[in-house]
């Protein structure tokens, strides 16, 4: 009995581990999202939040673009567990990952400067759906815009 949850405990820690230090690539999470939109990013052109299985995303078309992500730059570096992943305000392009609090899983949460003015796109790293984390975060981001 003690070895099985021991080798329970191991498993469980190794998993841990795994999901806490695995390398992202920047090529993969930061994405374009004005040239190499990913399918399921139709545009919308309310300012709604599209929530998926994976993740949300949002088109908003704000009187100034760069402004309304500096301020979102703001909203993401007081966000818990928030960091700048890859991009910055000023190439009109920024990556961040938010990190869940028990096992740190990463989602990643791109927003970027497009011909529809400011797209936003927020998904999971690991499994299949996030439980609505993404919109939620993705919603009270905007709602402090």
Same mark, same amino acid.
């Given at each position: 009995?003690?070895?099985?949850?021991?080798?329970?405990?191991?498993?469980?820690?190794?998993?841990?581990?795994?999901?806490?230090?695995? #390398?992202?690539?920047?090529? /993969?999470?930061?994405?374009?999202?004005?040239?190499?939109?990913? /399918?399921?990013?139709? %545009?919308?052109?309310?300012?709604?939040?599209? #929530?998926? &299985?994976?993740?949300? +995303?949002?088109?908003?078309?704000?009187?100034?673009?760069?402004?309304?992500?500096?301020?979102?730059? /703001?909203?993401?570096?007081?966000?818990?567990?928030?960091? #700048? +992943?890859?991009?910055?305000?000023?190439?009109?392009? &920024?990556?961040?990952?938010?990190?869940?609090?028990? =096992?740190?899983? %990463?989602?990643?949460?791109?927003?970027?400067?497009? %011909?529809?003015?400011?797209?936003?796109?927020?998904?999971?790293?690991?499994?299949?759906?996030?439980?609505? &984390?993404?919109?939620?975060?993705?919603?009270? =981001?905007?709602?402090?815009?």
């Amino acid at each position: 009995m003690k070895s099985a949850a021991l080798l329970i405990l191991t498993i469980l820690a190794g998993l841990q581990i795994y999901i806490r230090l695995a #390398v992202a690539d920047p090529a /993969e999470w930061h994405i374009d999202l004005a040239t190499a939109r990913p /399918e399921s990013l139709i %545009p919308n052109p309310s300012p709604e939040i599209t #929530v998926q &299985v994976d993740g949300a +995303f949002v088109d908003l078309t704000p009187a100034d673009p760069q402004a309304t992500l500096a301020r979102l730059a /703001e909203i993401a570096a007081a966000t818990p567990r928030t960091t #700048v +992943f890859a991009g910055s305000v000023a190439e009109g392009h &920024v990556t961040w990952v938010t990190r869940s609090l028990l =096992w740190g899983f %990463p989602d990643y949460t791109t927003a970027q400067i497009t %011909p529809q003015g400011l797209t936003i796109y927020a998904r999971l790293r690991f499994g299949r759906g996030d439980l609505g &984390v993404n919109g939620a975060r993705l919603k009270g =981001w905007l709602g402090q815009l």
